[in-house]
């Protein structure tokens, strides 16, 4: 597995490189990567102070940065006002290389800190191991003691992480939006004056990774963008949007039909959320699985429910009907219901076992049912579930609206400038997410 060494000339108090040469540092980076089994690929340099380099050029750096900087002999420096600036840099060209294996040599004093920076910047995809940097740097002299010293220092304390997170807070709130501005598609048929509502398209977000960029909204263990990033995506969707993100629910997938009924006892994961509480916004999300929002006007509650192919035979779309009828007394033909941007049947199949099971709710789910792995169509399959729990056929919103500006039903596969997709994209997927919430 490739791997990095990643080198913190950081200094909280003052710059120790300043009266280095390049050349004896030169020698002490040759002599770690050598002593490296792993013969890292490449190596990163990475100090915080504000350089023109953007303005002058890098011919204006200290002559000792001048010196390490060497691309084409996998040496770069990477130099920034802020240690979360430097780090999320360090994190962009760690991603263009597809890198996770990080080796980190730092000054003991700042290596608690540098310690917290990685765990709210980085997810467990990537791997960090932390050592000393050589002291004596004239002499090139490696030796370091057993085990890592850091271990035994004093945790921070709160105070000090709370700097670091608003630290790194503020240095993505300044980042610009990639591929172009925030988008939010909406329904016609959920009434605007009572809910405010949307799907979220890819643009308009910080998420850098190439699958991942740039409007993500989720993070997890498996994944390259950290909470940190999708919290920053999600608090510049609820600033166009015009809501709280304080106030913020998304379902715990897990791909049943399990619903939680906000105010009650919280199930560990559920695939779908109803409230009448004003003010919330819950969500489900989507990237080839069916983001469906649900809103009744007469009772003035609503719903999210995440439909993949596992859900959608569970009936999870009418079991969030169901629970807005048992908890808020909705009917179902108040209920209006809109599915969002999903894999289409151009684009998914399913083993023909599997594939059977559609074709029993209705044959025109499924396409070459003879052959080994059928098309199928997991949107009429819900429409045709929700018309059997109820659900008027004129207040379900799907591929089936004629006019292109009302469609919201696109399909995630085909369209990789709007939407991340599963199917399309592979194990390291972005996710675009419906919410719908009650207006005050």
Known sequence: MARALLV????????????????????????????????????CIMCCRSLPAEREGEDKWPSVLRGLHCPE?????????????????????????????????????????????????????????????????????????????????????????????KEIQTYLEGLPALKGELRILQSVLIPDDLFLHGFTTRTGGISSIPNLSSFNLFSSSRRRDPPAVVQENLRRLATVAGFDPQAYHSVKVNHASDVWVMGEAQPESYDGIVTDQTGVVIAAPGADCIPVLFADPVRKACGAAHSGWQGTLLGVSMATVRAMGAAFGCRAEDIRVVLGPSVGPCCFTLPQESAEQFHRIDPKCVRRLESPNPSVDIRRATRVLLEAGGILPQNIQDDSVLDPKQNLTLCTSCHPDLFYSHIRDGENFGTQIGFISIKE
């Open 73 to 165: 002999r996998g040496r770069e420096v990477v130099c920034a006002p802020s240690t979360a600036a430097a780090l999320y840099a360090v994190k962009q060209k760690l991603d263009e290389k597809d890198v996770s294996r990080v080796r980190v040599l730092s000054p003991l004093p700042q290596r608690a800190a540098l310690r917290v920076f990685v765990e709210q910047l980085f997810t467990s995809v990537y791997q960090f191991e932390f050592g000393d940097f050589p002291v004596n740097l004239e002499a090139g002299n490696l030796k370091q003691p057993p085990g890592d010293p850091s271990e035994f220092l004093p945790p921070l304390t709160g105070q000090e992480r709370e700097r670091i997170r």
């Open 8 to 43: 913190d000339l950081k200094s909280e108090r003052g710059c120790p490189w300043e009266g280095w040469t390049p050349e004896c540092v030169i020698r002490a980076l040759e002599a770690v990567q050598k002593a490296d089994s792993s013969r890292a690929p490449w190596v």
